[in-house]
């Protein structure tokens, strides 16, 4: 069922630059108040389409972070209609903490799960830990260690992408870990964000690219790439408030970059957990965004791929301006349904301090490209 936005309050939006899709749908997929309290914190979703399924696994924790014993648990929903059709554990590890679980599907048909494996005491990271699938998904192998790449261990997979007999990851190093080196002097515990590869679905990769010095040293994390053209398209976010858009060719060297944040007056800080995507001949970023010194929301911004610069902002959610304090982390899908494509994006979201949920939104997809 739709919801259905007032001409009104569509017309106010309107005047601030603001498109907001008068059609929308929310769909609560994991809650907070179904879980026992001790394990009722659900974040940080990520999903994967297989067939007629989409896979979405999300943290089931304490709070945001610290909180030992988090596992992380998977959704299995129906593609077309996002209905549940279960739920199950999908990582756990003792007093470990699986944070940010990433999908990754390889050349063989594996499908696996990369988890910012942390611990309660200082330093957090301990290393990317990895669940296979070698039969579609249907089961899961045990939680395993990924080791070291060229002499570095990666502590936070933020994205893949498979080539015919390649794969590409985008990874974070950490001071605490085999040869992490610091780049930010504020930020004493965080490395670089790598490009590495894998020619052999993953039992082995070798280390790309330092992006983070490639782009100048800037102090960048979550990062979100797609392919473009004959090289990528790269979305970073900044430890000092800023967003970039950049551009590589296919060794992933620089070619243009554009700082979001000084260029575009509703990008007040950086955008939460990016991911960038084309679709329909459309480029699109979509993630976490403050658009004033107001809570966070949920934004999706079509960019020019050639210039880097935002031609639209569409505001999936959180137009009401609500006190939501943890969220907006996003991953979309599409699904044909009543003969028109529903643009899907699961997120998870919590109000005034209280434990998130996971949940579904659902567009109109012509309405919100």
Do not use: C
């Amino acid at each position: 069922m739709f919801f259905t936005l007032s001409a009104l309050l569509l017309a106010q939006l309107a005047a601030t630059g603001q498109i907001i899709p008068a059609q929308k749908s929310t769909q609560i997929l994991a809650a907070s108040a179904d879980m026992p309290k001790t394990a009722s914190y659900l974040a940080f979703p990520a999903l994967l389409e297989i067939g007629n399924e989409v896979l979405v696994s999300f943290k089931r924790g304490r709070s945001h972070g610290g909180d030992s014993g988090a596992v992380l648990d998977l959704l299995r929903l129906d593609a077309v209609t996002g209905k549940v059709k279960s739920r199950a554990t999908l990582a756990g590890l003792g007093d470990q903490i699986m944070q940010m679980g990433e999908w990754v599907r390889f050349p063989n048909g594996d499908i696996a799960s990369y988890i910012d494996a942390q611990q309660k005491a200082a330093p957090a990271r301990i290393g990317l830990r990895v669940v296979r699938s070698r039969d579609g998904g249907k089961t899961f192998d045990p939680v395993e260690r990924v080791g070291a790449v060229d002499g570095v261990e990666y502590g936070y997979a933020f994205e893949a992408i498979t080539e015919g007999p390649t794969t590409w990851m985008l990874a974070m190093t950490f001071t605490n870990l085999s040869a992490g080196k610091s780049v930010y002097p504020p930020r004493p515990v965080s490395g670089s964000v790598d490009v590495i590869r894998s020619d052999d679905s993953g039992k082995t990769w070798r280390f790309v690219r330092n992006l983070t010095k490639e782009f100048s040293d800037i102090p960048i994390n979550e990062s979100s790439f797609a392919r473009h053209g004959g090289g990528f398209i790269v979305a970073a976010r900044g430890y000092d408030n800023r967003q970039w858009l950049l551009k590589t060719d296919g060794a992933f060297q620089l070619q243009r970059k554009v700082n979001l944040t000084s260029a575009n007056t509703f990008i007040k800080s950086y955008v939460g957990r990016p991911r960038v995507f084309a679709r329909d001949g459309g480029w699109y970023l979509m993630g976490r965004n403050y658009t004033d010194k107001g809570p966070m929301r949920l934004s999706l911004f079509r960019f020019d791929p050639g210039t880097l610069a935002i031609t639209r902002h569409v505001l999936l959610d959180n137009s009401e301006g609500e006190n939501v304090t943890d969220g907006y982390y996003a991953a979309p899908w599409w699904a044909k349904r009543d003969g028109r494509t529903n643009f899907n994006v699961v997120t998870y979201k919590g109000m005034a301090g209280r434990s998130p949920d996971i949940v579904r939104l659902e567009f109109q997809w012509e309405e919100a490209r």
